[in-house]
Antibody
Framework: EVQLVESGGGLVQPGRSLRLSCVAS????????MAWLRQAPGKGLEWVGYIRDRSFGGTSEYAASVKGRFSISRDDSKGIAYLQMNSLQTEDTGVYYC?????????????WGQGTPVTVSS | DIVMTQSPDSLAVSLGERATVNCRSSQTIVHRSNNENSLAWYQQKPGQPPKLIIY???TRVSGVPDRFNGSGSGTEFTLTISSLQAEDVGLYYCQQYYNDPLTFGEGTKVEIK
């Protein structure tokens, strides 16, 4: 059974950093691009970024709203994807979801984690 | 960026009746690899993550009831629930995956009348 389990969320002050983790199981995560999406309280879905699988060089892309502040990495030996969030702002508050791209280089998402909440507040 | 516009914001339908959610993209989203429309639909129930139900605008995910149908082309797309059931209540989002940044519609809330 495919599972994605996020952790690392919490309350953080503006300007600080936080690292989220996503543990993948039930499939060979190294063969899939992984993405992070978020949902602000009472709002819709926003794509944050993704990291390609090894066959595509493991490179990453980001939404303009987080580019230069957030970075995604992966440890395929452990089946974990990370979202490093620096210089956090209040508008980064929301539930962060780890997802798996359903098809190679086709960016819709067939599995989602339950999400981890991030609150940026002083 | 491709803007995805959903309508209506919410709708209330009687059990067993048809529910229709619309999604418009600000440009065509035909994928170069297969000439299919790069559009997905997700269902989100309260307190749960989104669930993929339709991709390539009309391909239903395995296990999704056949009362869910996606259609459309060009820049106009539709999700139809042919006979609304109580368990279908929730938010529905469309997403384009034609190019980055990946973008979603604002969501449509489906309720029971």
């Amino acid at each position: 059974e495919v599972q994605l389990v996020e952790s690392g969320g919490g309350l953080v002050q503006p300007g600080r950093s936080l690292r989220l983790s996503c543990v993948a199981s039930g499939f060979t995560s190294a063969d899939y691009a992984m993405a992070w999406l978020r949902q602000a309280p009472g709002k819709g879905l926003e794509w944050v970024g993704y990291i390609r699988d090894r066959s595509f060089g493991g490179t990453s892309e980001y939404a303009a709203s987080v580019k230069g502040r957030f970075s995604i990495s992966r440890d395929d030996s452990k089946g974990i994807a990370y979202l490093q969030m620096n210089s956090l702002q209040t508008e980064d508050t929301g539930v962060y979801y780890c997802t798996r791209e359903a098809l190679t280089d086709i960016r819709f998402f067939d599995y989602w984690g339950q999400g981890t909440p991030v609150t940026v507040s002083s | 960026d491709i803007v995805m516009t959903q309508s209506p914001d919410s709708l209330a339908v009687s059990l067993g009746e048809r529910a229709t959610v619309n999604c418009r993209s600000s440009q065509t989203i035909v994928h170069r690899s297969n000439n299919e429309n790069s559009l997905a639909w997700y269902q989100q129930k309260p307190g749960q993550p989104p669930k993929l139900i339709i991709y390539w605008a009309s391909t239903r995910v395995s296990g999704v009831p056949d009362r869910f149908n996606g259609s459309g082309s060009g820049t106009e797309f539709t999700l139809t629930i042919s006979s609304l059931q109580a368990e279908d209540v929730g938010l529905y989002y469309c997403q384009q995956y034609y190019n980055d940044p990946l973008t979603f519609g604002e969501g449509t809330k489906v309720e029971i009348k």
